[in-house]
């Protein structure tokens, strides 16, 4: 069956950690997109896992899931990190296909629409890479994020992109086992993706200041935990026979 004719149940999965300002109108601007792509859609539903939110967070989500039937709440009781939520995410979704977004506001929901024909044409796994990091990143925050993509093309072979970000494909992909316990799960992700010959592709997105809150992505906590769990990949991927990684095309080359 070509891409263009498999059925799509799409999930759109959000973890959320005190976003009560911001989560409404993400959601709602979510489901307007989804109404855009009604026909080429199956069917959809909007994931939300409220971290262990100090604000009202939770009751938003439930006032909204209240109102539509297809918008679900997924809750920690406590702050358990961005790799549990996505985690719990991935495995609570019923899609045939995911799309992976923040709850903050900074990536709007016409990204779904600017990456998904990239899917129906026949890619597994469609990356969104943010063109304009430099204008709302600091130094150091571009810095590691272009030290782990130089670090998984010399340990792996394959460019993850920019792993952090958006991301839109088959349901098999995300819920595959990952031996990292930190953000570089989801490059972990991508790599293995290419491992087993799915068909990735970049394509540029839009991606806005943070209006509130801090991202901690990039703590030295997270930063040291992440590097750690690359070289782990590293060794046990050193013994894997089968290990050739896919080709991927880069933005601006036909994406």
């Known amino acids: 069956m070509s891409s263009s004719a498999k059925p799509v149940f799409l999930s759109i999965v959000m973890p959320a950690y005190n976003e009560q300002p911001r989560i409404e109108a993400v959601i709602r601007e979510h489901v307007e997109a989804i109404i ?8 959809w539903e909007i994931v939300c896992l409220d971290d262990g939110s100090r604000d009202d967070t939770t009751g938003v989500i439930e006032r909204l899931s209240l109102e539509n039937r297809k918008i679900r709440l997924l809750r920690h009781a406590q702050n358990k990190g961005i790799f549990q939520s996505l985690n719990d995410l991935y495995f609570n979704a019923r899609g045939t296909h995911i799309y992976c977004t923040g709850s903050d506001g900074q ?58 970000s958006i991301k839109l494909g088959v349901r098999d992909i995300f819920v595959v086992h990952v031996i990292s316990r930190s953000p570089f799960a989801e490059a972990e992700r991508i790599i293995r993706a290419s491992k087993r010959r799915y068909r990735i592709q970049f394509v540029p997105i839009e991606f806005l200041p943070r209006m509130h809150g801090k991202a901690k992505g990039a703590s030295l906590r997270n930063v040291v935990a992440s590097v750690r769990d690359c070289f782990r990949l590293a060794r046990q991927m050193k013994h894997e026979k089968t290990y050739q990684p896919a080709a991927t095309r880069q933005p601006g080359n036909g994406s």
């Open 36 to 43: 855009k792509l009604a026909d080429s859609l199956d069917d």
């Open 107 to 164: 990536w709007p929901a016409s990204n779904l629409l600017k990456i998904f024909p990239t899917l129906r044409a026949g890619a597994d796994l469609v990356i969104g890479v943010r063109q304009n990091r430099r204008a709302v990143y600091s130094l150091r925050r571009r810095f590691i994020s272009h030290g782990y993509d130089l670090l998984t093309r010399m340990l792996f072979g394959v460019a993850t992109g920019d792993a952090g």
